[in-house]
């Protein structure tokens, strides 16, 4: 099939991968002339597993190209996907000024009969006001194609960064929301022709209405989102009471109505996803009148994790970091991905270098960018605090500490002796619980996990902190 991608970021660039895989035709637009210029040029600009081979495969098989021509991309696809971001907005709700400008676009220049795929996150009831703009744009129109008939339909996306391009050739399920006009019958059956490969095993498709749709997306990250701060929340108290959460956290995943997954506590959940759908949903619902009490709940258990490892930081060191180095393994707001969008080191790094400490810092792939974003979020002068290494074990000459905060799987298996030796104390805070902390007391490294001090011999030390905040 011809297919238009709108917005060439994680989302567009996986889906058009992913769908020029499957032999379809596809057009990616973008506004931003760089990005596009960049893939055009055969480079990629986001880190994503397997990504790069497929845009190469797929490019040079004719079967994706990359344009910021917008009238060529709405004549090219029947199915025309928007994939733009949804940013928040400054009262927490998501920005749709992406969306309907994408939509305004179609109106201005189609001809003939579109589906219109919303695959960004957008708030219940965002179909109809797209449906509306380019209704809007067709009626300013006095040519022959001025009547032309087209179709709103949601199919949000539930990759997760790191394994997008596992996730989408892969999905769970394909949410598809849609109309019961003529047209949006029109479009259920394109798009059960398009999704068809991805249904040879079984049925993934779960066709619903197009509210509904929307609803699903926002309702899957509010139920991750909560579970994360569950645990975060049980792990600090485990800290207190002298509990193992990673004990707890197999004793009730073995439950099947439970579940392991999603369960692990940590630094606080980060990301493009989480913060700004738990927020959007929250204001969807005052908007009608609404408290989401368990989300408000979720969202400010999490504010306050991602200060969890500075606050283990002034437990071990003192309030006053002064003349005082830290080393930092992992940026990225998750392995896999160079994404430092709400990542949990930042917070970090900020509470570190504004309580006066300098900090060397490592991460595999997010280097780069974490250097874009912390200057945004420094003065010049607390980025001067920040020294970026090559290799992790070059972060830790010196340090007090190493404060691991992502859990790339390059850190898993270290060398804790030359760890201990490159170190001015044996301390490990570890905001990923990486560690059998057994073992590290064994080895001679002082051990703080997230909810782990029963086994290191501190219960009611690590959480102290907590019971204060
Ligand atoms: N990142 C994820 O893991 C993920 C997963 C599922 C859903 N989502 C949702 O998908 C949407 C996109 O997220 P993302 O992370 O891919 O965003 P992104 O910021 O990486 O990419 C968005 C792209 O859209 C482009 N764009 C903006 N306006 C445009 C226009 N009018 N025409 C063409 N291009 C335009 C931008 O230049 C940018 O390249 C969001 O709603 C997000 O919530 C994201
Ligand atoms: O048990 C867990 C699992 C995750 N996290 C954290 O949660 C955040 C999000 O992780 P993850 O969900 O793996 O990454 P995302 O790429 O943000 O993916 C989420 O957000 C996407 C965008 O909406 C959805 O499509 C995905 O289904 C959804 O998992 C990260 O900071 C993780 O460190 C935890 O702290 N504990």
Redesign the pocket.
Known sequence: MKITIIGTGYVGLVTGACLAELGNDVFCLDVDQRKIDLLNNGGIPIHEPGLEEVVARNRAAGRIQFSTDVAASVAHGQLQFIAVGTPPDEDGSADLQYVLAAARNIGRHMDGFKVIVDKS?VPVGTADRVAAALQDELGKRGDAAAGSEFAVVSNP??????AAVEDFMRPDRIVIGHGDSPAGLRARDLMKVLYAPFNRNHERTYWMDVRSAEFTKYA??AM?ATR?SFMNELANLADRVGADIEAVRHGIGSDPRIGHS???A?A???????PK?VQALERTARQYDQELLILRAVEAVNDRQKQVLGRKVVQRFGADLAGKRFAVWGLA??PNTDDMREAPSRVLLRELIERGASVAVYDPVAMEEARRVLALDLAPEQLEKIDFKAAPMDALHDAEALVIVTEWKAFRSPDFDQIKARLKNPVIIDGRNLFDPAQMTALGVEYHGIGRSVLTGRPGQDGQQEAQA
Do not use: H, M, Q, V
């Open positions: 996150t996306e539930f990759l997760k960064e790191g899957a990250n991750l994360i999603f369960l692990y940590g606080g959940y980060g990301g493009s996803c989480f759908d707001f998750k």
